[in-house]
């Protein structure tokens, strides 16, 4: 990253950020507990946050059957003292591919740790977040925005995208709005 600043004078490397969705949510995590004077903030969406409890025939052709020193260095939930910055876990309920034992497991580990992070579990929502994905993207970006520029975001949203379903009754406002009726 300092080599890419070099060249490219608008980047601000005291506001790093990573985002990331299933494996991609164990590496945001990771990044952020392996670099913690790079990455400042991070999201992690639905993280498979510990191999040895994930899917252990990825881990077995990649480390070996029997090694389970490997599969104990692949888990974010061991490093969670090392937490610096600013995360936000997020995973569904009802999620099918990544249990939501990964997140809880690591929020168990960061709270032994006396470390300072947010959880979101929606209510519903499966590995994508299909029904939901508008309401979680906005606390993504919302997030980011406030840990990394240091400002609330704006009150203007964009519509969701013509191809993106609406909030299923799980996370529809409306839902709320009818229930207090």
Not at 74 to 96: P, T
Not at 100 to 124: M, N, Q, Y
Not at 138 to 146: A, E, G, H
């Amino acid at each position: 990253m300092r080599q890419l600043a070099r060249t490219r004078p608008w980047m601000d490397l005291d506001r790093v950020g990573a985002f990331g969705h299933s494996g991609g949510g164990f590496a945001t995590a990771r990044a952020m507990l392996d670099f913690p004077e790079v990455y400042k903030a991070g999201v992690a969406l639905s993280g498979s946050h510990d191999a040895r409890y994930f899917n252990l025939g990825f881990v077995e052709t990649y480390d070996g059957a029997d090694n389970p020193e490997a599969w104990a260095r692949a888990s974010n939930v061991d490093l969670a003292d090392r937490l610096a910055g600013k995360l936000l876990l997020i995973h569904g309920e009802m999620d099918d591919q990544v249990h939501p034992d990964h997140t809880l497991r690591l929020a168990d580990r960061l709270i032994s740790a006396d470390k300072d992070f947010e959880l979101l579990i929606v209510p519903g929502a499966e590995h994508t977040f299909i029904d939901c994905l508008a309401y979680v993207r906005k606390r993504c970006w919302d997030f980011l925005v406030r840990e990394l520029l240091g400002t609330q975001p704006p009150a203007y949203r964009p519509p969701p995208s013509p191809s993106a379903p609406s909030c299923s009754a799980s996370c529809s406002p409306e839902r709320d709005a009818t229930a207090a009726t």
